[in-house]
């Protein structure tokens, strides 16, 4: 699966950041194994960046989500194109990627 991880730096180190539309950067995280690309967010400064931003992960065809906090028109656009979307998550980006990993493989236990 890979993930968009809404972060402050361009590391796996880095804070997921809080703001979705707003965050310096979106990191394309494998999983599995921790592969990832950086993508500079260039709508940061634009008004509507969370719609923006929610166009921009849709094409790059992530399964799921990860950023601290995200408004319902991002969040609506993105669950409408099937990607999982996991909120109100706070640490690094490994940690984050590895606990909704975690939370993931629960839920399909069910």
């Not at 592969?35 to 790059?60: C, H, Q």
């Not at 799921?64 to 991002?74: L, W």
Request: glycine residues 12%.
């Amino acid at each position: 699966m890979k993930a968009g991880v809404l972060a402050e730096g361009d590391s796996l180190s880095s804070y997921v950041a809080d703001d979705f539309g707003h965050a310096p950067y979106f990191l394309i995280v494998d999983m599995d194994t921790l592969d990832f690309t950086v993508v500079a967010n260039e709508f940061m400064r634009a008004e509507g960046a969370g719609m923006k931003v929610a166009d921009a992960i849709i094409g790059l065809g992530v399964d799921v989500v990860i950023t601290g906090g995200i408004g319902p028109h991002g969040y609506n656009k993105l669950t409408g194109a099937g990607i999982t979307v996991s909120y109100d998550e706070d640490g690094t980006v490994e940690e984050c990627v590895k606990t909704v990993k975690a939370r993931l493989e629960r839920m399909k236990k069910f």
